[in-house]
């Protein structure tokens, strides 16, 4: 019964691996993808997406992650593959549900679906090209256009050699909107004897169970709904193994959003050093209605001295928050 962070280009990066896997509940996470052309990637690029890779392909604390490789063409893929794992990646995950307009414009991602032939090519090239202990998987939609599509393209990614599927329960026309579509991954699960692991719509516990129900899955993952409550698979574990457990406060959040703030903060101009916590705010006041009130407290600031001054102000004991103890030592 695996729990998985999905990868979201552009919100899950190294950082939010770390911090999410350091509350605990995740069996693995996925890299957001690295785009392939017809060049061969320097290295340094698979250390920017994947600076876990330095550390066996582990977050801090332990938690294995997978890289992700997009792109539309056999040949490049395969030999990005081959130097990815040179660099040291120890699984590869393949691209294959990315709904952006801007990707699939690019050959890449749920456009593929359209073409399972296409699907075939990219994963047996990537299979055949890598070592056979490393493991290939892929992650898939329900269809482009429509959803009829679904099991040709799953029949596809298994009869290519993936070692495991990934399904997100909407076609790329479906984008983000509710129902998720889980009784098709059933049918798939029931067609293939590789692993696969649900994804799409998963907010809560009451989610996580139907989606289980219905899809038939043991492995799910959670993307969004882990962004809106970082805990959830923390409480998902705990439900599971009947254990008692305390949901993370808004306090507790704070913190986290704290420490990830003084991690990013090196990464951006000064006038842009809040936008990632701004990001993720977004997300965290669909379960925390104190997050709305934070957001439009500094929506408008840039400069750091503000955004520290509101986290002084929301933090416990109104106190200096470079003292606080981290969310590991005391939320945990």
Not at 5 to 10: F, R, T, V
Not at 24 to 45: A, H, M, N, S
Not at 100 to 106: D, E, F, L, M
Not at 276 to 285: A, D, N, P, T
Request: with cysteine.
């Amino acid at each position: 019964m695996r729990i998985m962070l999905a990868p979201m280009e552009g919100v899950v990066d190294h950082h939010v691996r770390a911090l999410l896997a350091q509350i605990g509940g995740l069996d693995g996470c996925v890299t957001e993808f690295i785009r392939v052309t017809e060049q061969v990637l320097p290295y340094k690029v698979f250390f920017r997406f994947a600076p876990e890779l330095e550390r066996n392909c582990l977050t801090p604390n332990g938690v294995p992650v997978k890289l992700q490789l997009l792109g539309g063409k056999p040949e490049p893929m395969a030999i990005n593959a081959m130097e990815a794992v040179r660099a040291g990646a120890k699984s590869i995950d393949l691209n294959f549900g990315c709904p952006a307009k801007t990707v699939n414009r690019s050959d890449g991602g749920a456009c593929l679906l359209r073409q399972p032939d296409r699907v075939y090519s990219i994963v047996k090239a990537v299979r055949d090209a890598v070592p056979q202990d490393i493991p290939v998987s892929a992650k898939i939609r329900l269809g482009y256009d429509d959803r009829s599509s679904y099991l040709d393209n799953a029949q596809a990614v298994a009869d290519a050699g993936a070692s495991e599927l990934t399904v997100h329960a909407r076609s790329k026309a479906d984008g983000y909107k509710p129902p998720a579509y889980w009784e098709y991954i059933a049918d798939i699960r029931q067609r293939l004897a590789i692993p696969v692991v649900a994804n799409g719509e998963i907010w809560n516990l009451a989610d996580y169970h139907r989606c289980r129900e219905q899809s038939g899955c043991d492995d799910v993952m959670l993307g969004r709904g882990l962004l809106a409550c970082p805990d959830l698979a923390r409480r998902i574990k705990a439900d599971l193994h009947g254990e008692e457990y305390r949901p993370l406060s808004w306090g507790d959040i704070c913190r986290l959003l704290f420490e990830y703030y003084q991690q990013t903060k090196p990464c951006y101009l000064e006038k842009n050093c809040g936008n990632r916590i701004k990001q993720w705010l977004m997300y965290l006041r669909l379960q925390y209605p104190q997050a709305d009130v934070f957001f439009e407290r500094i929506k408008r600031e840039r400069e750091p001295a503000a955004i520290e001054q509101a986290f002084a102000e929301v933090l416990p004991h109104n106190a200096d928050v470079q003292r606080y103890p981290t969310l590991e030592t005391e939320a945990l």
